[in-house]
Every structure is written in C-alpha cells, then in structure tokens.
C-alpha cells in the first residue's frame, strides 16, 4: 500500500533503546480567553486548581488571579461589554447538560440565569454596550432569549425544534437563528415584533451553515458556511436586497474556513483556517476594505480567537504536540503574538515529547485518507495503537496529547486516522459516513491497520484500537467486524447499541444525531446492524470500558451492558467508571486516571503475544 509520509514539523532526540519516562503533564493548561472590554485584563479558563476554572490575568503582570465560580466545571467565560460582568457556562457534575452563571470579576454577585431544570444553556454573545446576552436554553426543543445580567430578567424571542441564537442586531428588533440537524444546518433572520422568519442562503441542498452573524448595523449577515463550496468560506448577505444572494468574502482552495471572530464594531474578523492535515493558519481581514493579512501562528493548532472591544487586541488558544495550551495575545497593528503567560516558553513545554508525522493512505475503496503517526525511538516495528478520535464531524489533529506520549514512552506507537466522516477535509468526505456510509468508515479503520502492518510500522499481533466518544464506537465496531485484527481496544464514552442509544440520550442530541446515523424508527434495521451489541459474540479480544457516571450524552449504561456480556461469555475486560464526570473528563485527577488505566492496558495487553492474551477479568471499579 502506498502513502506520503510527510517529516515531523519539529523533532526531539529521544533514548536509543529501552523505553523512556513520558514527559510530565503540566501543572495546568491555560484556554478560552475572554480579554475586558479595554483590553488591560484577560479572563480564561485553567484546570490548574484541579478541574477548569475562571481566573484572571492583568496584560502586563506577571500573576493571575482565580475568580470563585463554585465546585462545578466551567466550560466558557465571557466578559460584558460594560466591563461589570462574567458569564459562565457550567457543567454540574461533568455531566452535557450545561448551565450559564453571572457574577461580577471579583467573583462577587455571583447567581444563576439559565440552565434551569432539563435545560441547558449556552452564550452566544452580550448586546453592544450593556449587559444583556444572548442564549439559546434547549431541552426537548430550543428557546432563543435575551437575559439581563443585572436584573436576571428573561425575554424569549422564539421557540423551536433544533434551535440556536446566533446573534442579535443592536436594537434587538433583528435575531439570527441557526437551525437543523448536524451537517444540514441553515440560517434563519427572525423579526422580533412579528415573529416573522426568513430563511437566509439559497437552499443548495448540500453543506452546512454553522456560524452566523449580523453585519455593522444589521444591514448584512455573514455566515461561515459550505453550502456553496467543497471547503468552508466566508460570506455575506445584504439585507437591504430584495434578493438575498451570498457574495464571497473569503475562501481558500486548499484550507478550510474553521472558525471566524469578529470585532465589536463587526468591521474586522480574525479567520482561523484549517489546512490540510490539521494545521491551523490565521488571517486578519478588513470587512470594509476587504484586504487579509496572515498572522504567524503560535501554534500548531489555534482556538478560542476572541477580539477585545476596540478591536486592537485578539486573543486566542494555541498548543501542539508538544506545546500544551496556552493563551496568546496578537496585536493586531504589528500582528506580533505574546503569551498571556510570561514564563510559558520556560516552564510549558509539558518535559518535552515526540512530534508526529502526516501520514497519506489509501481506504480499500480507494478513498484519500491521512492521519498523525507517532513513533517511538529506535528501529520499527513496534506495537501500535490506532487512536480514533470523536464526533465524527471531528478531526485528529497535532494537539497537545499527554496519552500518546505516554504511550510513545512505553514502546507503543500511535496512529491517529482522521477516517471518513472527520471534518476539515471538506463537505464529501464530512458526509461520507452518514447512514449507511458508516461501514466505509469502519473499513477505514481496517485500512489503516492494513498500512501499519505493510508499511512496517506494527508488528503482527501486537496491534490494538482505542478510542472516545464516537471513537469509543467505532473502537467496538471495528472489534466485532474484524475479529482477529486486534489484539486489544479500548473504548471510552462509546454507543454500543444505537436503539439504547436513541431511548437514554438527551432529546436534542438525539434529533440532531438523526442525519448523521439515522432515523431509530425509519433506518432501524440499519442501526441494529451497524450496533456493535448485534454481533458482539465476534469480539474475542481484551476490552478495557471507560465511561464517566454521569454521562447523559452517550449514557453510562452503553459500556456497561458491553461490560455485562463480556462478563457472561468470558472474555476479558475492565470496566472502569469515573464518578462525577460526564461525557467529557474534565476534572485532571479523573483524566490522568483514564490516562493511566488506558496506558497500563495497552502495554499489558500489547506485550503477550496473539495467541497469549492475558485472561483475567477485571472488576468494575469507580473512581471518586
């Protein structure tokens, strides 16, 4: 089998024999910043304290501060226009169902404001000057409204199936909906008095519009979206036409438009693009003048680009393989990037690491695919995991990821496939594995196993899969309709049968999963078949399960009803539940666990040979 196999962007000498410590996590990582309306403070999230908090770093010193927001993880911060406010979005016991927070920056006035019962809340962003917000509530179905961070007064705007505010136009008389399913979302422009709605972008009958929002005085929307273009771009739509038809602000052929930050006064945007591989770029563009100018970037990978009111300062996440996440400053007049963190370059390097290489390959229908490969010091081959990452409108990319160096530092190497249905290689091959496409996907994972054996990259019988969320699936799929392939997986936070599936998930996740995997009723048939449960009695290889307890986006009860008929028919596996978290391991004691317990596995299970699989059952154990 051919493929390209692209040298690693930067490389670290490592032992040459035996195997080596794994680098040292940091003491925290630092992300999402929120920068003060007058650009002199940064607030961000850290889950240095233990899980992911607020705290808050003047520009210039050399200290941060943590702001109290409770026990509870944080997953976002937003600070006020009027500089009196932090919002935040919570997620009680881990769990997906999130809740919105407002307290003053010295963690005073501290209450909550949505997120009430079932629902849960999310922020799109505060109207110009004051202090009311924008937010989406969705429970069985989706609540656009305004809230008060003063006075906690609520103003719902419209309701609806698959539901979410974008934007709201200064006057609040103009809101921008999204709305449908994953991968066939569309724009909608809601009147407030009337309750009027038009749908913006011609319906193309392909793509997906996922971000949206109004133009300088609501005269225009811009939208980034694939609707029209097989990679991501951005455009706008001008209002006052009676002809609402898109015009191209920004499009590249060989990057894909990730994600767009726009200025308070909506005249300039950061782009950050995603090209080829996963490596992310960053632009400036001048919405009036329409001129774009590239930012060096950071990082490997960039997120969370955030401007400051006036529009001369951005801020934004970067990491990479060996860089762990780190808030950065970019001045947009010089275009010079600081971090937030004076000491960062000195003491964040996470004790150093392995840089992967981008490996091309082909699928056994022929289909391009690629993926990170990590390898150990010294000669081939070695045992291999092949890692699968979540979504799977996801994408594997060089990120800072404590588990593959630890593996890397066992003997094991990593390879980490972006099969189809991964984003950031266009709309085709986002949608390649919806419905029945899904046994494409899962025979990709099977084409990767094919390359690293041909290649020489893992040895016979030492090659395992592991996996989370939507990778925890494909980690059980793969297992069942491959037996012999593997020789060990591990699956975390994954759907093992897609009618319990359906039946336990929260009601929007499962309306918006239908165009992704099917509809329960109408394509039950295929979603039994593609279930992992269905032909579980073809699974004959070790499995460690991780799930969090308190998991209501893939529920907790999918590992564990694999966990029970691998029990009654012999087969070894572990089970490992972590009290407290959700569908996401947020806390770092909890994800250190997985880590470890994922490590420990692997190197157990690799180091037998075929034929000599440990055969030990482990217990249900949970973590607390």
């Known amino acids: 089998m051919s493929a390209r196999i692209e040298a690693p962007r930067a490389t670290r000498r490592g032992l040459p024999t035996g195997h080596r410590p794994p680098p040292s996590p940091p003491t925290g990582e630092d992300f999402a910043p929120a920068p003060s309306p007058d650009g002199r403070r940064v607030a961000f999230l850290s889950d240095r304290a233990g899980t992911p908090g ?308 082909r699928a056994r229908d022929g289909l391009p695919l690629s993926g990170w490969l990590y390898r150990p010091p010294g000669p081939g081959p070695w045992p291999t995991a092949i890692s699968l990452h979540g979504g799977p409108e996801a994408q594997e990319r060089p990120c800072y990821n404590p588990l593959f160096q630890a593996l890397v530092a066992q003997g094991v190497a990593v390879f980490a496939p972006n099969v189809r249905g991964s984003s950031g290689f266009g709309r085709t091959f986002v949608a390649a594995d919806n419905l029945a496409g899904r046994y494409g996907a899962i025979a990709d994972v099977a084409a990767c196993a094919d390359f690293l054996l041909d290649s020489g990259v893992a040895r016979p019988g030492q090659l395992a899969c592991l996996g989370r969320s939507y990778g925890g699936y494909l980690v059980l799929a793969v297992l ?45 048939d295929l979603l039994r078949d593609l279930s992992p449960m269905t032909h579980l009695d073809q699974l004959d290889v070790p499995v460690l399960l991780i799930h969090g307890a308190n998991d209501t986006n893939v529920p907790a009860g999918e590992s564990a009803q694999v966990a029970q008929a691998l029990a009654a028919r012999g087969v070894p596996h572990g089970h490992l539940v972590l009290a407290g978290e959700g569908h996401d391991f947020l806390a770092r004691d909890n994800a250190e666990t997985a880590r470890a317990a994922t490590t420990a596995w692997l190197a157990q299970h690799l180091a037998a040979t075929a034929t000599a699989t440990a055969t030990a059952t482990a217990t249900v154990t949970v973590v607390g």
Request: aromatic share 6%; hydrophobic share 45%.
């Open 54 to 361: 607020v705290w808050v770093r003047d520009v210039d010193a050399t200290e941060a501060v943590a702001v109290p927001t409770g026990d509870e993880p944080v997953l976002a911060v937003s600070w006020s226009p009027d500089g009196q406010w932090l919002a935040c979005v919570v997620a009680p016991g881990g769990a997906p169902r999130t809740e919105l927070w407002v307290l003053s920056p010295d963690g005073t006035r501290r209450r909550q404001v949505a997120g009430f019962g079932r629902h849960s809340a999310s922020l799109s962003g505060w109207l110009p000057g004051g202090a009311l917000m924008a937010v989406t509530e969705t429970a069985d179905r989706g609540t656009a409204l305004l809230i008060d961070a003063g006075t906690g007064q609520r103003r719902v705007l419209v309701e609806d199936d698959l539901l979410t505010l974008l934007d709201v136009t200064a006057d609040a008389s103009a809101a921008l909906l999204r709305r449908g399913p994953r991968n066939a979302r569309w724009l909608e422009l809601l009147d407030v008095a009337t309750g009027d709605r038009v749908r913006l972008l011609p319906d193309t009958g392909r793509g997906s519009t996922d971000q949206g929002w109004f133009g300088p005085d609501g005269t225009s929307v811009l939208a980034r979206t694939d609707a029209f273009s097989e990679l991501a771009a951005l455009v706008r739509v001008d209002l006052t036409r009676d002809e609402l038809v898109p015009v191209r602000l920004a499009g590249r052929p060989d990057a894909e438009l990730e994600y767009v930050a726009l200025s308070a006064d909506r005249r300039r945007a950061a782009l950050l693009w995603n090209t080829y591989g996963g490596r992310s770029e960053l632009s400036l563009l001048d919405l009036v003048g329409g001129v774009q100018r590239a930012v060096a970037a950071p990082g490997e990978v960039l997120d969370g680009a955030v401007f400051a009111a006036g529009g001369d300062l951005l801020c934004l996440t970067a990491q990479g393989p060996v860089q762990p996440r780190e808030v950065w400053l970019v001045d947009t007049a010089t275009a010079a990037p600081l971090p937030l963190r004076p000491d960062a370059a000195a003491t964040r390097a996470g004790g150093g690491g392995v840089a992967p290489q981008l490996v091309d390959l």
């Open 480 to 524: 069942v309709n491959f037996p012999g392939l593997f020789a060990a997986g591990v699956a975390e936070c994954g759907i093992s049968d897609f009618r319990t599936f359906f039946a336990g998930t929260e009601p929007w996740i499962a309306a918006a999963a239908v165009s992704k995997y099917g509809d329960p009723v109408r394509d039950a």
